[in-house]
């Protein structure tokens, strides 16, 4: 495979994305690698600079070398489709988190998320400024971030969040956050109601909030949710 054959990546995700299997850094790695590209050590020996926001140093380092600005979701959508994408801009994200996220947002865990798919949304987390933690510990978790379709299957993690009130919600709701760079109220995107014990109610819960929220966010996405979504692990 040689979409990106000749190509140097040098990646800076400022901070975020961790080195762990299920981290944002070695999916990118393995993807550029698996097609033919080389990692670069620094911004000198690169093609492409895979950033993450605006602001960082790293940004105006690379737009005065003339290096080409990617995102880290054009890398993997590149990689999976095995072609270059289009880049009608940098689409890099404002800042390093969004403002003020973290004073609502404590910490988050995944539940019946796996894959591929498990690093981007680990990676959509970390931007919007909240905390991260595979495991889930109740002293620290305010939220458990699924899906619609896996809430409907019995999962540890979602009985524990029930018997302890915290929040269960899709991940449209950290779309959404991304793409209005703010903090959207969980309401309408909870896939357990107050006082829901069971999977089978979060079932319900989850029916209703994929009827309810299925298409408000292709009509105008941010970066970091028009593509990535539609990847799928190979």
């Excluded at 309401?187 to 979060?202: H, I, K, V």
Aim: proline share 4%; glycine share 8%; net charge neutral.
């Amino acid at each position: 495979m040689s979409t990106f054959k000749g190509l140097q990546f040098y990646i800076d995700l400022d901070g975020v994305g961790s080195s762990n299997k299920d981290g944002m850094l070695p999916l990118l790695r393995r993807h550029i690698l698996a097609q033919g590209g080389t990692c670069a050590a620094s911004l000198q020996d690169c093609s492409h600079a895979v950033l993450r926001h605006k602001q960082q140093a790293a940004y105006t380092a690379a737009r005065e070398l003339g290096c080409i600005i990617a995102t880290a979701e054009w890398v993997l959508l590149s990689a999976v489709r095995q072609q270059l994408q289009p880049q009608e801009d940098d689409g890099l994200l404002p800042g390093p988190a969004i403002p003020g996220f973290a004073g609502h947002v404590r910490q988050v865990t995944l539940s019946a998320i796996t894959g591929m798919d498990r690093g981007i949304t680990r990676y959509k987390v970390e931007c919007s400024g909240a905390a991260y933690s595979a495991d889930m510990p109740l002293s620290t978790t305010s939220h458990v971030m699924t899906t619609s379709e896996a809430c409907r299957v019995p999962s540890k993690k979602i009985e524990t969040a029930a018997a302890h009130n915290l929040l269960v919600v899709s991940t449209e709701w950290l779309d959404r956050c991304l793409q209005e760079w703010q903090y959207i109220p969980e309401e309408q995107y909870r896939l357990l109601t107050a006082g829901s014990t069971t999977t089978a109610a979060a079932a319900a819960a989850a029916a209703a909030a994929a009827g309810g929220s299925g298409g408000r966010l292709s009509q105008q996405q941010h970066p970091l949710n028009s593509q990535m979504t539609q990847l799928t692990p190979q």
